[in-house]
T-cell receptor, first 115, second 114 residues
Framework: ETGVTQTPRHLVMGMTNKKSLKCEQH?????MYWYKQSAKKPLELMFV???????ENNSVPSRFSPECPNSSHLFLHLHTLQPEDSALYLC??????????????FGPGTRLTVL | GENVEQHPSTLSVQEGDSAVIKCTYS??????FPWYKQELGKGPQLIID?????GEKKDQRIAVTLNKTAKHFSLHITETQPEDSAVYFC?????????????FGKGTLLTVNP
């Protein structure tokens, strides 16, 4: 266990649904991240939060909406997704945020399938 | 922008042999190069990293070398064991402050045959 948990582990949703992914870290870290991992493509950094403030949004479509109510919890709200959004969504945390090179600890991911 | 190429995409070795995975990067200003291991059903885990002011770093059976002139860095695993089987990712960070870029390679599936 890395100290980062994600729920649900698997999610199937239609294009008109609204769902949320949840991440929780038990490491006392100040920074949290969302990544997208698609087959045959490099891991993509989506969002970075440092002390609950969003510091990075890598041109992610607005159908993905992050929320960080405190340093231990991170959500990714999903609405009107497309089939190409199907992927493994990984959450990570680190003591300090990028570009500081503190070790990032990843959760196991949520496998999302959009029908 | 930064581009990171990783080779090979798949690698199969016999237990006890060495494995080498290579990544090349395009931006000479890149300054930090981590390597991650991802086992099936788990998230990536940092296994070793190297900064641009160092040429080599070793941690037990794992080593990373960096050639800044050629803009490539490599992961070396010696005395491979079946539990080393996983997908390995390299990455590079360029820049700092609010202007930085983190780029990953596409990954290498390493299979260690007993």
């Amino acid at each position: 266990e890395t100290g980062v948990t994600q729920t649900p582990r698997h999610l199937v949703m239609g294009m008109t649904n609204k769902k949320s992914l949840k991440c929780e870290q038990h490491l006392g870290h100040n920074a949290m991240y969302w990544y997208k991992q698609s087959a045959k493509k490099p891991l993509e950094l989506m969002f970075v939060y440092n002390f609950k403030e969003q510091t990075e949004n890598n041109s992610v479509p607005s159908r993905f909406s992050p929320e960080c109510p405190n340093s231990s919890h991170l959500f990714l709200h999903l609405h009107t997704l497309q089939p190409e959004d199907s992927a493994l969504y990984l959450c990570a945390s680190s003591q300090e945020a990028l570009p500081r090179t503190d070790t990032q600890y990843f959760g196991p991911g949520t496998r999302l399938t959009v029908l | 922008g930064e581009n990171v190429e990783q080779h090979p995409s798949t690698l199969s070795v016999q237990e006890g042999d060495s494995a080498v995975i290579k990544c090349t990067y395009s931006d000479s200003a890149s300054n930090y190069f981590p390597w991650y291991k991802q086992e099936l059903g788990k998230g990536p885990q940092l296994i070793i990293d190297i900064r641009s002011n160092v040429g080599e770093k070793k941690d037990q059976r794992i080593a990373v070398t960096l050639n800044k002139t050629a803009k490539h860095f490599s992961l070396h695993i010696t005395e491979t064991q079946p539990e080393d089987s996983a997908v390995y990712f390299c990455a590079a960070i360029v820049g700092g402050g609010s202007n930085y870029k983190l780029t990953f390679g596409k990954g290498t599936l390493l299979t260690v045959n007993p």
